[in-house]
């Protein structure tokens, strides 16, 4: 059984992962594209402002941000392999390695920020949202939900599945199953509606008509549900995210994380429960015939 980390070696690799994560050309790749995609929505005003605009963060620091967690997990595993007799835990370098994600999530957060300023300065037609009993708060709520959660469970998702399953190619392949997904529940089809919010990446409001019989397709829906209580499931998904890669160290002390990873499950369910039951009870639809995608 390995031994106990201490903090000074945790603060150590935790401020060496968050710079090789800074450093990754992914990452920058990913950044720079959404920095031009931003200063775009200001120059360019399609009616929405930046009601729809969680699409930059989610994909360009999200999903990206999946393969450069993986890239580092390995980074981090051939270094243990080459010093020969390991010195630190495994458990120790994955923790190390989800701190890096405060990269990401400062990212997204400046991204956030420029949405809600552009929110103001130049807000959306009556025909997008907010309309009716789709508030402005119900909107932040999605747009953080949609844009910063996903800039840490990209990540945090390439954490987990790089512990467990390190062959190259599977994260790419994880990544492209993610947009797949994500394209077929993003609320498009009518049926999905109910309890599409299982999948930690969907809209929630939008021109949605894929499944609607051609009637009003470019009106606006805003669909059912909670999204502040859809918050805390992502967050516990993120969390759940960490606590198994961590349980992939056989060698460290497995009892102490047994009862987090139940409750933080128990968490997640309480919270899926409570999106699917508080917030909208059905689905609005905006009157205004609305901006089409």
């Known amino acids: 059984m390995s031994t106990t980390l201490t903090p000074p070696v945790l603060a150590t690799l935790a401020r060496r992962e968050i710079r090789h994560y ?24 399609d009616g929405t402002s930046s009601t729809m605009t969680m699409i930059v963060p989610a994909a360009l620091i999200g999903v990206v941000g999946l393969l450069v967690m993986a890239g580092l997990v390995r980074r981090s595993d051939r270094a243990a392999a ?19 994600v405060v990269v990401p999530l400062a990212t997204a957060l400046l991204w956030f920020a420029a949405a809600l300023v552009l929110l103001a300065v130049q807000p959306p037609s009556a025909a997008a949202v907010p309309f009716g009993p789709v508030s402005t708060a119900h909107v932040v709520v999605v747009m ?4 910063v959660v996903p800039a840490v469970g990209g990540p945090l998702l390439g954490l987990v599945v790089t ?3 390190p062959q190259r190619g599977v994260t790419a392949i ?26 930690p990446w969907v809209y929630w409001y939008g021109p949605l008509s894929w499944g609607d019989a051609g009637s009003g397709a470019s009106s606006w829906v805003a669909l059912p ?3 502040a209580a859809w918050v805390v499931y992502q967050l516990a998904l993120c969390a759940l995210c960490v606590l198994v890669a961590m349980w992939h160290d056989a060698e460290s002390d497995r009892s102490r994380l047994r009862p987090l990873l139940v409750g933080t499950l ?20 905006n009157p205004l015939p609305g901006p089409s995608f």
Do not use: C, K, Y
């Open 144 to 147: 953080a939900a949609l844009g």
């Open 174 to 199: 994880t990544a492209v199953a993610v947009v797949l997904v994500t394209i077929l529940l993003q609320g498009n089809f009518e049926a999905t509606w109910r309890w599409h919010v299982v999948w």
């Open 163 to 165: 512990r467990w399953l």
């Open 22 to 45: 800074a450093t990754s050309w992914l990452f920058l790749t990913g950044v720079a594209v959404a920095l031009a995609s931003t200063v775009q929505s200001f120059l360019v005003d």
């Open 225 to 227: 549900g909670s999204p």
């Open 266 to 285: 128990a968490l997640a369910v309480v919270a899926l429960v409570a999106t699917m039951t508080l917030g909208l009870p059905d689905a609005v639809r």
């Open 82 to 100: 080459a010093a020969g007799a390991v010195a630190v835990p495994e458990r120790t370098r994955t923790l190390a390695l989800a701190a890096a």
